[in-house]
Antibody, heavy 120, light 107 residues
């Protein structure tokens, strides 16, 4: 059973950098893209971006200037950094798995979510 | 970028009712569409992919249809445990945009 476990700092001040990590347990790591999604309190889901085991990335254009994703294939970890955070970046951040090919791009496994609050 | 428009934003129906949620893409996306269910306080879960394929373990009262720009999620007989927010997502190409969600409640 594939498991995604994520962690990171939950409270940030404005202008700081958000940093989250997602570990993948069981199943193939290299055969998938690994995505980040966020959800502001009481609002809908927003796709942040994705990365594969080679480090190839796709980012949401609205966040691209502030987002960096990386991968550590030795530990089956993916990481998200979001710079210059503001209150609007407050929310639950999820990592999730999607297939490599377009026809298998659904998000079938999700992490437990990490609440990140940006407040001074 | 392709926009995903869901309707309605919320609905209230009686147990046993047939419920239909619509998702419209601003451009054709073939059948590269997924539906997710998010129960209150929980992680989203995959319900349907490829517009109409039920994810393993999902009850058969859920069904999906559509191709191109217009898609539908149907719950044939609404159950109390189906209270949730439902999201569509296009996934064939980046950005893999979600719809804004449909909140389903029981009357």
């Amino acid at each position: 059973q594939v498991q995604l476990q994520q962690w990171g700092a939950g409270l940030l001040q404005p202008s700081e950098t958000l940093s989250l990590t997602c570990a993948v347990y069981s199943g193939s790591f290299s055969g998938y893209y690994w995505s980040w999604i966020r959800q502001p309190p009481g609002k809908g889901l927003e796709w942040i971006g994705e990365i594969n085991h080679r480090g190839s990335t796709n980012y949401n254009p609205s966040l691209k200037s502030r987002v960096t994703m990386s991968v550590d294939t030795s530990q089956n970890h993916i990481s998200l950094k979001l710079s210059s955070v503001a209150a609007a970046d407050t929310g639950i951040y999820y990592c999730a798995r999607r297939g490599v090919v377009a026809a298998a791009g659904q998000l079938d496994y999700w992490g437990q979510g990490t609440l990140v609050t940006v407040s001074s | 970028d392709i926009q995903m428009t869901q309707s309605p934003s919320s609905l209230s129906a009686s147990a046993g009712d047939r419920v239909t949620i619509t998702c419209r893409a601003s451009q054709g996306i073939s059948n590269y569409l997924a539906w997710y269910q998010q129960k209150p306080g929980k992680v989203p879960e995959l319900l349907i992919y490829a517009a109409s394929t039920l994810q393993s373990g999902v009850p058969s009262r859920f069904s999906g249809s559509g191709s191109g720009t217009d898609f539908t999620l149907t719950i044939s007989s609404l159950q109390p445990e189906d209270v949730a927010t439902y999201y569509c997502q296009k996934y064939g190409s980046a950005p893999r945009t979600f719809g804004r969600g449909t909140k389903v409640e029981i009357k």
